[in-house]
């Protein structure tokens, strides 16, 4: 789909350009927006700009050469962006910056939120208007760096929440216990992926920052608060980043102490089990010892002598139980 944002007044305005030729209108388009385009709408902002529109293949590649570069008086950015955060199958996925003659052209094959909100404020009248591609895409990378803010801030309340329940599961049951901890470790699990996603987005942003701010357009005008945009959107990136690593060494130390925990209730199973075992060890040897078939066994023509066998057993589970239990074993 391709959705042209051409500049009035002080807001931007949709437009749905016809791809079979080039427009009047499309000259005045600020945003270009391509998302799951066709080759038709490909080859149409490419002759509107001239200029080659990257590949999905080659916004996939992890070279920094091959995602920050220019070419044909054009910058090509591409950044790692988080899509569907608010689902259980959060992805990310590549985002391309291409900005040309003050013209900005943004390539995507998913669309997250912060584009929707950001489509939603460039249409309406603001003090701040979106007069150039430059300013729309930082108001993008804003918009962008805002929704992960919010999403590192709901992932630590709920990091939060998952460490007191581990540090005060007060269920005597072990076996709920244990299913519990099984559950606390799918959601570790699940919130250690949202901020690995998170931090890998924010240190494309930071690329890209610098990138743009090291390059060489040939504008000698260009306006100093952008370039103090650039710089605070840099800075902001690199504290979210941070914020991100710190609460991913929470996740890992919850990982950690959520495993030993569970390590904990199987070993105090298996102690019950080896306990068990060797109380019921010397009961076992006096039965086996009065089960022998001997012709001589005087306790076998005693009246009391079943009385006196199982007595000697009582006792001799007794006794290793009480030991067990004074030195604080049970």
């Not at 899509?83 to 390539?107: C, G, M």
């Not at 009248?125 to 108001?139: C, D, H, I, Q, W």
């Not at 005008?221 to 941070?242: C, F, G, I, N, T």
């Not at 199987?266 to 001997?294: D, E, H």
């Amino acid at each position: 789909m391709l959705r042209a944002y051409i500049r009035e007044d002080d807001r931007l305005v949709a437009t749905d350009l016809d791809v079979t030729s080039v427009p009047p209108e499309a000259e005045r388009a600020v945003w270009y927006n391509l998302t799951n385009h066709t080759k038709a709408e490909d080859q149409f902002v490419e002759s509107c700009l001239g200029i080659d529109i990257p590949t999905r293949a080659e916004m996939d590649d992890i070279e920094p050469s091959a995602r920050l570069y220019s070419e044909d008086g054009a910058e090509f950015m591409t950044i790692t962006a988080l899509s569907n955060a608010d689902t259980e199958e959060p992805q990310k996925t590549p985002i391309s910056f291409v900005l040309r003659n003050n013209q900005l052209v943004t390539v995507r094959y998913a669309d997250p939120r912060p584009f929707r909100l950001f489509e939603r404020l460039c249409t309406r009248p603001t003090a701040n208007p979106y007069t150039s591609g430059e300013k729309v895409m930082l108001g993008l990378l804003e918009a962008i760096i805002d929704r992960l803010a919010q999403l590192l801030e709901t992932t630590g309340d709920e990091i939060d929440q998952i460490s007191r329940e581990v540090f005060r599961n007060k269920t005597r049951n072990v076996t709920r216990k244990a299913r519990d901890l099984q559950e606390i470790i799918e959601r570790i699990g699940k919130k250690g992926d949202v901020l690995s996603l998170a931090r890998e987005s924010l240190v494309s942003i930071g690329r890209l920052s610098s990138f743009h701010q090291t390059s060489d357009r040939g504008d000698p005008r260009m306006l100093k608060e952008l370039r103090q945009e650039l710089k605070v959107l840099q800075r902001d990136a690199a504290a979210l980043s941070d914020h991100a690593a710190f609460l991913n060494t929470k996740i890992n130390f919850l990982l950690d102490a959520t495993l030993g925990l569970i390590n904990l209730e199987q070993n105090k199973i298996i102690k019950i089990f080896s306990v068990a075992a060797v109380v019921f060890l010397p009961p076992t040897l006096v039965a086996s010892i009065y089960g022998m078939n001997f012709d001589f066994m005087p306790e076998l023509h005693w009246t009391v002598g079943y009385p006196f066998a199982l007595g000697l057993m009582i006792l001799a589970a007794l006794l290793p139980y009480l030991f067990f239990k004074r030195k604080g074993w049970l």
